[in-house]
């Protein structure tokens, strides 16, 4: 079984601030990671992923991502946060051996940048 | 370059009734998925399709049914409505091979009430 949990349901960070959204993942195999992000009345949007190589990944709009194996998580980041980055964020997860290719999602975090 | 789209956007529905959610996608791609979001919940998996005339199910299928009689349309029913149908359904798509690994495609969403 695969499963994401993102502990916290709510973040609020100020504009020019750093900030971070948690994710922690369970598979029996190895994983690929991903963060979506959806704006509101809108369909989700692949934000970056992790499949091998290095730890940290980097992805649209200046976000990334580092990847622990030993601590099982792949927290989202961004150096200076902005009042558009405010949406609701996703983390994914795929065993790499898993037919169909279906992500589980965790419930999602709702990032706010206050200005 | 339409992407996923999904009809209806919208729908109100009466306990019991029937009705189909239409999924298009002219990215050429394998896999389909049909999720529904709702709140606090993330997004799960109802059923997806890994190519033509295939279906499976996926973590909550249970008063849904699929077919995927056309490469490029993933259809969603329902029988009969429960208010417990109530949701967003995000339909969703990806390539089966080509170094592209994961990243889903979804369209905007479709939301239902069901009274």
């Known amino acids: 079984a695969q499963s994401v949990a993102q502990p916290e349901d709510q973040v609020n960070v100020a504009e020019g601030n750093p900030l971070t959204v948690k994710c922690t993942y369970s598979?029996?195999?190895?994983?690929?990671l991903f963060w979506y992000v959806q704006y509101p009345n809108r369909g989700l949007q692949f934000l970056l992923k992790y499949i091998t190589g290095d730890n940290l990944v980097k992805g649209s709009y200046g976000f990334e991502a580092e990847f622990n194996k030993s601590q099982t998580s792949f927290h989202l980041k961004k150096p200076s946060a902005l009042v558009s980055d405010s949406a609701l964020y996703f983390c994914?997860?795929?065993?790499?051996?898993?037919?169909?290719?279906?992500?589980?999602f965790g419930s999602g975090t709702q990032l706010t940048v206050l200005p | 370059n339409a992407g996923v789209t999904q009809t209806p956007k919208f729908r109100v529905l009466k306990t019991g009734q029937s009705m189909t959610l239409l999924c298009a996608q002219d990215m050429n791609h394998e896999y389909m998925y049909w999720y529904r979001q709702d709140p606090g919940m993330g997004l799960r998996l109802i059923h997806y399709?890994?190519?033509?005339?295939?279906?499976a199910k996926g973590e909550v299928p249970d008063g849904y049914n699929v077919s995927r009689l056309k490469k490029q349309n993933f259809l969603l029913g329902l029988e009969s409505a429960a208010p417990s149908q109530t949701s967003v359904y995000f339909c969703a798509s990806t390539w089966e091979t080509g170094g592209r690994t994961g990243e889903l495609f979804f369209g905007e969403g479709s939301r239902l009430t069901v009274l």
């Open positions: 598979v029996s195999g190895n994983p690929y």
């Open positions: 994914a997860v795929r065993d790499v051996n898993r037919r169909g290719r279906q992500l589980t």
């Open positions: 399709s890994v190519g033509e005339g295939t279906t």
